[in-house]
């Protein structure tokens, strides 16, 4: 149990790594490796003088984002019902999901949500925002930058961070969908996808413990509820847009005006801190209790799924609408002052259509990050008095993928396991290919050129 | 007559740790149907005065007298000229031209016959529902002064209109600029530029008003009395003297400020 929580950790943590480090030796500019190649520095004087310092910041950012992600899979990690039983290592995240779950206990899972809180602040103020204040000073441009200012009091101590400050000059969310949707040559994506394949192949050999044979093909998806995928991607769909259009118009109207007024952003950037440093999932156990009590198990479910993903969703969001607005050069800012553009005409003729591409790429990240939440928010497996002793499920494609998972057989089953997480892989391909992609495609020509 | 007065303008920019004084008494003015150019050395303050003069900007003290009257906000018979253009990226040449109309209250109807008007003066009327991605340095700025004509302005402000532009379609641009100057069925006639370029100033302008590195100050004026349109004066001598003439007032001020600092 403790060996599989630290490498759920460890996978989650892993990317954000390993992503901000190869990008960050992608992003070293052509200029720096000629002006080095020609100086004749090669090999280890390379890697010490320009690859070393270049990767450092991404090294850092990264490890703060997957310390953040840790956080964030911290109960998942450590309080686990599988096939009827509980597991559990203790942890505050076992104890805040106990303390919700078993005793139901309101109080003693806020104190534990602030605590959790404090100390995921506290940390990220003493080490990661002393660690990138140290290291952004005299770096070029890495591919993630990490780049730190005066964001109110708490500010520099955010989480999954990207410039906020009135330092920004260039939309960093530009470049982060760059990363996801540009960087990557055919070669490297083959490679990835083989990396993938491998890794698929793995999982299915420990987890099948062999080869599947075709009678457990057939049994796999002789579950009478596997007729009702469609109707469950309907219904996950439908709540991750209902989340999604709700984090989009608050996201959009907080960034607009912590961007463009000085008093909001003294407002809103401690929320973002606070927000981006409250590990989501352990909220699902607070909200749920304060909801199932009011609303009832059902509905109160209904309503902490949409919560979480809002919280979840909303912060990427924010973080792009901020920044781009931040970057609307100041000669287009004139413009519209020359011409008279105020209130509404401003913000319909000149805000809207410049973050347009940030939108896109802020909605590319939170629907990302939303599939990640659904999979826990969907499914309430712990049988408490709240749930009549039965585990509680909203039907949809997240807890038909952790009853799969977690449920004893034939409802658990490994192949539908992997089939269905292939399903998500796939959703999330196709809303990235024919959604995300075509509509920055088609907003590439409102990059304003500076 | 005139048209504009500078009035002792003074600006600071205020940082986190410190002041930069920017323009020191500055105070000249501008007669209807003059071509004035202002040149200084970068960071002069010069393009921040033109904006202080388009309303953009506030002084800290001084004034601007627009026919007498003061003028301290954005009017459409004072409009600008950018050095980046300042083109609406998602909106086609012809709906950049539209969007200050709009702003007036002009109808959908005539703005768009009047766009349509202004692109074909400026050689753009089969680019009209081009976005700027699509169109060349020199096209974008063509839209910039359709832009900026179609609000048929008193005075145009222009920011090194032709700095980000190559040689080439600079020269053309300046000898468009001077024939909407020049075209006497047109109300824009008094036209106030920046530029960093003395031979180009001198080549536009009646008169060129050197600016002394910041805190910008008037150290200097030279008026250019060569006749028009002047290019086949380029080659000539008198224009040598003007361009001269200009660059000694710029390298007196440079060495001046050199020696006290």
């Known amino acids: ?421 292939g399903v998500i892989a796939a959703i999330v391909l196709l809303m990235e290919g024919l959604v995300w992609k075509r509509l920055l495609r088609k907003f590439e020509k409102y990059q304003v050129e500076v | 007559m005139v048209v504009l007065e500078i009035r002792n303008i003074t600006k600071t920019f205020q940082t986190e740790k410190s002041k930069i004084p920017v323009l020191d008494n500055v105070t000249f003015s501008v007669d209807k149907d003059e071509f004035v150019c202002l040149v200084g050395p970068s960071g002069c303050g010069k393009s921040t005065l033109l904006r202080i003069i388009s309303g953009l900007e506030k002084p800290d003290s001084g004034e601007i007298l627009f026919h007498g009257q003061p003028h301290n906000s954005p009017n459409p018979k004072i409009t600008m000229i950018f050095q980046l253009f300042g083109l609406l990226p998602w909106k086609t040449a012809e709906e950049n031209v539209e969007v200050p109309l709009e702003v007036l209250g002009v109808k959908e109807i005539s703005r768009k016959e009047i766009a349509i008007s202004h692109l074909r003066m400026v050689g753009l009327e089969a680019f009209q529902n081009t976005y700027p991605h699509d169109l060349s340095g020199g096209m974008k700025q063509r839209v910039g002064i359709a832009r900026a004509l179609a609000l048929q302005p008193e005075v145009l402000l222009m920011d090194e209109p032709f700095s980000s532009l190559d040689e080439l379609t600079a020269k053309t641009l300046r000898n468009l600029v001077l024939e909407i100057w020049h075209d006497p069925s047109l109300p824009t006639n008094t036209f106030i530029m920046v530029s960093h370029n003395v031979e180009e100033a001198v080549y536009m302008a009646d008169r060129v008003i050197v600016m002394s590195p910041r805190p910008g100050r008037v150290v200097g004026e030279v008026r250019v009395d060569l006749p028009r349109p002047r290019t086949q004066y380029l080659r000539d001598q008198k224009y040598f003297q003007r361009v001269d003439e200009v660059v000694s007032i710029l390298e007196k001020n440079k060495v001046a400020i050199e020696a006290a600092s």
């Open chain 1, 1 to 421: 149990m403790e060996l599989s929580a630290i490498l759920l950790l460890f996978t989650s943590m892993a990317w954000a790594i390993f992503f901000g480090v190869v990008g960050a030796i992608k992003g070293i500019p052509t200029n720096i490796t000629e002006s080095a190649k020609s100086f004749g520095l090669t090999g280890s004087r390379y890697t010490r003088h320009v690859v070393l310092p270049a990767i450092v910041p991404a090294l850092i950012s990264g490890a703060t984002l997957a310390w953040c992600d840790g956080w964030f899979f911290m109960i998942a990690a450590e309080y686990v019902v599988y096939q009827g039983s509980t597991y559990s290592v203790p942890g505050l995240g076992s104890y805040l999901a106990e303390a919700a779950y078993v005793y139901q206990d309101l109080n003693l899972s806020i104190v534990l949500l602030v605590l959790i809180t404090a100390i995921v602040l506290f940390i990220n103020f003493l080490t990661w925002h002393r660690l990138m204040e140290r290291t952004s000073a005299g770096t070029y441009k890495p591919a993630i930058r990490i780049g730190l200012s005066g964001i109110g009091h708490l500010g520099e101590a955010a989480p999954r961070m990207l410039h906020l400050g009135d330092r920004i000059h260039t939309p960093k969310s530009l470049i982060l969908a760059s990363k996801w949707l540009k960087r990557y040559t055919r070669q490297e994506k083959i490679v990835a996808f083989a990396v993938c394949l491998v890794a698929i192949f793995f999982i299915t050999f420990f987890l099948v413990g062999q080869m599947p044979s075709l009678e457990a093909f057939r049994q796999a998806f002789a579950d009478p509820e596997f007729a009702q995928l469609p109707v469950y991607i309907g219904l996950t769909m439908g709540r991750l847009a209902v989340a999604y259009i709700i984090s989009l118009g608050i996201a959009l109207g907080m960034g607009v005006l912590a961007a463009e007024h000085k008093k909001f952003a003294a407002i809103f950037y401690p929320i973002y801190d606070i927000g981006q440093a409250v590990p989501i999932l352990a909220l699902f156990p607070v909200f749920f209790v304060a909801f199932s009590r009011v609303f009832g198990g059902a509905f109160g479910l209904e309503l902490t799924a949409i919560l979480v993903l809002v919280l979840d969703m909303i912060w990427y969001m924010f973080l792009n609408v901020v920044s781009a607005v931040k970057s609307i050069p100041s000669e287009m800012k004139e413009v519209g002052q020359l011409f008279g553009l105020k209130g509404l005409k401003r913000i319909t003729h000149l805000v809207i259509p410049a973050i347009l591409p940030a939108i896109v790429t802020g909605s590319l990240l939170s629907w990302g990050t939303g599939w990640n939440t659904i999979i826990f928010a969907e499914y309430m497996p712990y049988e408490t008095q709240l749930t009549q002793g039965q585990p509680l499920t909203l039907p949809g494609l997240g807890s038909y993928l952790d009853r799969t998972g977690y449920l004893p057989p034939p409802k658990g089953n490994p192949i539908r396991l992997l089939f269905l997480l």
